[in-house]
């Protein structure tokens, strides 16, 4: 069986961590579509985003990586939302910015229940980036610190 994130899934173990990535870059954009009574070809757009998101940065980290996968689909859903809502690319930006600064440290611990947990942690992140450039923007930049000895 092929993941849709580009690796194979050989055992039951890593089928199950795949499929809550899916589900995790899937279902919040389509109950935020339903919500907001979305056009079906926008719910498409969204999810296609979503998705082409998650693989993009999966693709990046490489063959292992400590980072959970929850959190690469989360940032897939907040694009996601963030075009639903009508967002433009440097919505979009901001809201994977936000991801990235708030949800980044969350490491995988091998789907165990405990993905149920980073799940909602990660989907409810997602929905606030993406909700957060229309009040401010991203977060800022930091500054760096010079240190003198």
């Known amino acids: 069986m092929r993941c849709p994130y580009g690796r194979r899934a050989d055992t039951r173990h890593e089928q199950q961590r795949f499929g809550k990535s899916g589900i995790c870059a899937t279902n919040p954009v389509a109950v935020f579509a339903k919500e907001n009574k979305n056009t079906p070809e926008e719910l498409i757009r969204a999810l296609t985003l979503s998705h082409l998101t ?21 940032i897939g859903s907040s694009c996601g939302i963030t075009y639903l809502m009508g967002g433009s690319y440097e919505n979009a930006c901001h809201a994977v910015k936000n991801m990235i600064a708030n949800i980044t440290g969350m490491i995988c611990d091998g789907a165990k229940p405990s993905c149920s947990l980073k799940i909602s942690s990660g989907v409810s992140t997602a929905v606030l980036s993406a909700q957060w450039p229309w009040r401010a923007s991203s977060l800022p930049r930091q500054r760096e610190s010079s240190t003198t000895t």
């Open 54 to 74: 998650a693989i993009y940065i999966k693709q990046s980290l490489g063959a292992l990586s400590a980072l959970c996968g929850c959190v690469v689909a989360s």
